[in-house]
């Protein structure tokens, strides 16, 4: 009886540390794939295109911050009706506004942004230096700050190419040293430009932001900048002032859009964003700032895509 008792006891030990040593091996291969991936998501954040997050509707930049994928854009919104707008895009879930300088309306946005009640951190201001603001960069800095009336800015760009741009660079490096503002890039360079210009900076531009829609579509730069780690933001959408029609009834996107019962603007803002590309439309018009945000519930297939790509015609709208 006593040795059948021990036999069973010995067996019972056996399954027992077999057991902890199965689970301890496992542990450890879970352990080492969780180090692999954490590896890879280092790797990723650092460098490679950049990944859109359709279920949160944003990206991760390569600063690490993360950026609404669809915001407004306030070119040409002045005064009373840039509030508004601002104020109509926040209701509409909107959380990303690209302002800029040469706009004039920076302390409308942030006066809009204050009266919200949308706490600042859950809001992605883009602001620009213009080039004739090169010379002081740290007063264009100071002034935007104190226009916006924030503690910080989660975006700036250098506006375009100018005389002393990489001073003007530089100086916003030491803003985001600062945390004065927290992600910094580009607006209106291109392939040439970036070869020359990346070269003499420390921090890789988190943004470049062009125009870009079915009539123009970069098709060389926008991955070339994919490529390099920085996320593409388009302006200009919907074509421009004086080609916006002709843009929403072309016929091949009216007929895309019927397919999917949305508007000829849902599907052209779909499209970039398939692309890889972030959009900040420009409205005054509430149930149009509303309708650019619903951009999520439908999705273009593969051949839907390649038929507005075939609309390109390299033809540029605007000078920048």
């Excluded at 100086?171 to 970036?194: D, F, Q, R």
């Excluded at 398939?274 to 420009?282: A, D, E, N, R, W």
Aim: proline fraction near 4%; hydrophobic fraction near 35%; include cysteine.
């Amino acid at each position: 009886m006593k040795r059948n008792i021990l036999i069973i006891v010995a067996l019972v030990l056996v399954i027992v540390i077999g057991s902890i040593g199965i689970y301890s091996f496992t542990k450890e291969e879970e352990g080492d794939e969780k180090v692999d991936q954490d590896i890879i998501n280092n790797l990723q954040n650092k460098t490679g295109k950049r990944v859109f997050n359709f279920e949160t509707r944003t990206v991760t930049l390569n600063s690490g911050y993360e950026m609404p994928l669809n915001g407004i854009g306030t070119y040409s919104l002045t005064k009373e009706t840039c509030y508004n707008s601002i104020m109509s895009a926040l209701e509409s879930g909107v959380r990303l506004i690209d302002t800029a300088y040469m706009y004039s309306n920076e302390e409308e946005i942030g006066r809009a942004i204050r009266d919200s009640g949308v706490p600042r951190e859950e809001i992605f201001i883009i602001t620009k230096i213009y080039p004739s603001q090169f010379d002081d960069p740290e007063s264009a800095i100071e002034m935007a700050l104190e226009k916006l009336d924030v503690d910080y800015i989660d975006m700036m760009l250098l506006h375009h190419p100018g005389n002393n741009d990489v001073e003007a660079y530089k100086a916003m490096e030491k803003y985001v040293e600062s945390g004065k503002i927290h992600s910094i890039g580009l607006s209106n360079w291109y392939v040439e430009e970036l070869e020359e210009f990346l070269p003499q900076i420390t921090i890789m531009p988190a943004l470049v932001q062009n125009e870009i829609h079915p009539y123009y579509q970069e098709n060389d730069v926008v991955p070339y900048i994919q490529d390099l780690g920085i996320v593409m933001q388009g302006w200009y959408p919907f074509g421009g002032r004086g080609h916006t029609s002709e843009l929403l009834n072309d016929e091949t996107i009216v007929q895309i859009a019927n397919n999917h019962n949305v508007s000829s603007a849902q599907v052209i803002l779909r499209w970039n964003l398939q692309k890889g590309v972030v959009v900040i439309p420009g409205s005054s018009n509430p149930s149009h700032i509303k309708e650019n945000t619903e951009i999520y519930h439908f999705e273009l297939t593969s051949e839907e895509m390649e038929q507005i790509n075939s609309l390109d015609r390299n033809e540029k709208h605007d000078w920048y």
